[in-house]
């Protein structure tokens, strides 16, 4: 059974919600962190700019990667998933949530060895 629209909708909201509260601002900071410290090269003041630049784009460089790693981590993160028995051998297997029904890989396997050695 697939996620009803409704459990799409909340899981979209919430996304969006995470989106707005924790990794907007991340990645705000990290980039004004990073575009400060450039601006602050590029303006030159004497001693300063060295000084308070060069960190100020790394520390921007690595909260960057830091953000968009979370990001990326969040986007592919554990789905639920649950063990229901395979349709065939009845061997539990562990499938997403909206899957009410799954053949598991042994049998999957013999299925298309099967199908495989009736058409030579
Ligand atoms: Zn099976």
New binding site residues.
């Given amino acids: 059974m697939p996620p009803t629209p409704a459990q799409l909708k909340d899981g979209f909201k919430n996304a969006l919600l995470k989106f707005f509260t924790k990794s907007l601002p991340s990645i705000f900071l990290s980039l004004s962190l990073f575009v400060g410290g450039i601006a602050l090269l590029a303006i030159r003041i004497p001693g300063w700019s060295l000084i308070l630049g060069l960190p100020a784009v790394q520390i921007g460089l690595v909260f960057l990667i830091f953000t968009f790693d979370d990001i990326a981590r969040n986007k592919v993160g554990p789905q639920s998933l649950h063990m229901i028995p395979?349709?065939?051998?009845?061997?539990p297997?562990l499938t997403p949530n909206w899957e009410q029904e799954k053949?598991?890989?042994?049998?999957?396997q013999?299925i298309a060895e099967k199908s495989h050695s009736k058409k030579t």
């Avoid at 395979?86 to 061997?91: E, H, L, M, T, Y």
């Avoid at 053949?103 to 999957?108: A, E, R, Y």
């Fill in positions: 395979c349709s065939v051998c009845g061997k297997t053949i598991c890989m042994k049998c999957q013999i």
